[in-house]
Nanobody, 125 residues
Framework: QVQLVESGGGLVLPGDSLRLSCAASGLTFSRHTMGWFRQAPGKEREFVGAITGTSGTTDYADSVKGRFTISSDDAKNTLYLQMNSLRTEDTAVYYC??????????????????WGQGTQVTVST
């Protein structure tokens, strides 16, 4: 059974940094593309970034490019999202997800087979 568990969320000030983790079990990282999504109240779930298990190719939403970095530790089966220079508009529940598809479709919510329960990130003064 596949399980994805996010952690690391919290309340931070604008400009601060935060690192989210996603511990995966029941799947092989190298055979999946792992993605991060977020959902703010009243809004649709949106793509943040993704990384392929085979080559480590990454893709980021324009809104986070240059501020957020995705990485993975295959030995620990853990995905990370390093978030720097956080803004109030980054406030959302952040989810990790896994798909057997490639990077070309990684921005599409529907291609992901597995989802975590989410972790809240609040950026506020």
């Amino acid at each position: 059974q596949v399980q994805l568990v996010e952690s690391g969320g919290g309340l931070v000030l604008p400009g601060d940094s935060l690192r989210l983790s996603c511990a995966a079990s029941g799947l092989t990282f190298s055979r999946h593309t792992m993605g991060w999504f977020r959902q703010a109240p009243g809004k649709e779930r949106e793509f943040v970034g993704a990384i392929t298990g085979t080559s480590g190719t990454t893709d980021y939403a324009d809104s986070v490019k240059g501020r957020f970095t995705i990485s993975s530790d295959d030995a620990k089966n853990t995905l990370y999202l390093q978030m720097n220079s956080l803004r109030t508009e980054d406030t959302a529940v952040y989810y990790c997800a896994a798909t057997s598809g490639g990077i070309a479709l990684a921005r599409i919510v529907a291609v992901y087979h597995y989802w975590g329960q989410g972790t809240q990130v609040t950026v506020s003064t």
